[in-house]
């Protein structure tokens, strides 16, 4: 049940450089997605160019699989059900790949915790340490505590191996809200802002989530929002040249400007969606949230109801961390998505949880490895069943 045979040391790409090249006017990387849709072919491609990243703690920076299952227009009528049982095993198996740090610290701990021992309150304390050094936050850590303790009064329950269960059982109940699948609507196109501290993952996610949506057969354009540092737009031309999607950029950058641009272009060209990077490090954080404020007023000048989908990403190292950043984003945009990424390099997984309970926010992806696969429509009972 428990396979842990990996460890991954994760990479704290280190990226830096101030070299300022950038891309004089647009660039016709490979060919523009054709005017509808274009399939991805390529297979991941060697190891991404050393990115620069600072981590940035600021505000400090969110995750799935894709399974054919959610994104799919309205119109298309779902029908995850099926696509889901054909490929629920590899799914799973990828997703407990990624938790595996995660899973191997709570089994490890639980299982010293419940063996053998009676229900009391030491019991409760020891548990209460798990979770929150796992990063579920205190206040979801009560929440638990209490669902478990109420139900081990209702049902009489003895013995303390029944525990375990009990957690799957609540935790899954907290989770489930914020299970809440991207359904792109029809929209001509359709623009999902992603936004985020820098390195928190979002262009590796646009990289990613750009596959998913060209595998349900979505045109997609991309916008290189992210002007501050040339290497940004540079590591999202390679994941353009992955997907064989194209990317617009533009030398002397405002970032509104090159998103304009590829919405207009996406409208005459008919394309599905827009996917918008932006920049996650600016001298100041009010000068970051003043420049994504502006970018989404920008969007919402060259089409009314967009950007349909503001994403933020959070990258799970940093616990708690990512509440705040959460609170933060959604106070200057109105977050309408999470993606939660790098959970296969952190033992702290238990984050979801305190999003959850604190600040529930539909969780669209978890991202569980760097490759161009590696991105993972968010389902609670999956998550649950591959952390224990
Ligand atoms: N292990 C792992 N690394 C990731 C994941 N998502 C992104 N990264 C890495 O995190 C680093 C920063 O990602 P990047 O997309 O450049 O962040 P950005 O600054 O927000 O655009 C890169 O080295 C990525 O390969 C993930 O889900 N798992
Ligand atoms: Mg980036």
Redesign the pocket.
């Known amino acids: 049940m428990f396979e842990f045979l990996k460890k991954?040391i994760?990479?704290d790409?280190q990226e830096k450089k101030p070299i300022v090249k950038k891309e004089a006017t647009k660039k016709p990387q490979k060919k523009a997605s054709s005017p509808h849709k274009s399939k991805v072919a390529k297979p991941p491609p060697p190891k991404?160019k050393k990115?620069t990243?600072k981590s940035e703690q600021s505000i400090k920076?969110a995750p799935s699989k894709t399974e054919k299952k959610p994104i799919v227009f309205s119109e298309d009528k779902i029908q995850p059900q099926e696509e889901k049982k054909s490929s629920f095993f590899g799914f799973t198996d990828k997703i407990k790949k990624g938790l595996t740090k995660t899973r191997e610290k709570l089994t490890a701990e639980l299982t010293s915790l419940f063996s053998g021992k009676k229900i009391d309150e030491a019991l409760y304390e020891e548990l209460e340490t798990i979770l929150l050094t796992s990063d579920v936050g205190i206040s979801a850590t009560n929440y638990l505590l209490d669902s478990i303790k109420a139900s081990i009064k209702k049902n009489n329950i003895e013995n303390a191996d029944e525990i375990k269960g009990l957690l799957k059982e609540k935790l899954i109940e907290l989770l489930m809200p914020i299970e809440n699948p991207l359904i792109l609507k029809k929209a001509n196109p359709y623009v999902i802002m992603v936004v985020?501290v820098?390195?928190?993952?979002?262009?590796?996610?646009i990289g990613k989530l750009t596959k998913i949506l060209l595998d349900e057969n979505k045109s997609v354009l991309i916008a290189a929002g992210?002007t501050f540092r040339a290497a940004?737009t540079e590591?999202l031309q390679i994941w353009g040249e992955r997907n064989n999607v194209h990317v617009v950029s533009q030398a002397s950058g405002d970032p509104s400007a090159v998103i304009f641009d590829a919405i207009n272009s996406a409208k005459a060209k008919n394309l599905d969606v827009v996917i918008a990077?932006t920049a996650?490090r600016l001298p100041t954080q009010k000068y970051l949230i003043d420049e994504i404020t502006k970018i989404k007023r920008v969007i919402n000048k060259c089409h009314a109801e967009a950007p349909h989908e503001v994403l933020l990403?959070l990258d799970a190292n940093t616990g708690q961390n990512a509440i705040s950043q959460l609170k933060i984003f959604n106070e200057a945009l109105g977050i309408t998505g999470l993606v939660l990424?790098?959970?296969?390099?952190t033992a702290k997984g238990g984050v979801i949880a305190a999003i959850a309970k604190e600040q529930p926010t539909p969780l669209r992806y978890i991202?569980?490895?760097?490759s161009i696969d590696?991105l993972k429509v968010f389902n609670a009972q999956e998550y649950v069943e591959a952390l224990f």
């Open positions: 991954f994760k990479k790409s991404e990115e990243q920076s985020g820098n390195g928190s993952g979002k262009t590796t996610t992210d940004a590591q990077d996650g990403v990424t790098k959970l296969d390099g991202g569980v490895g760097e590696d």
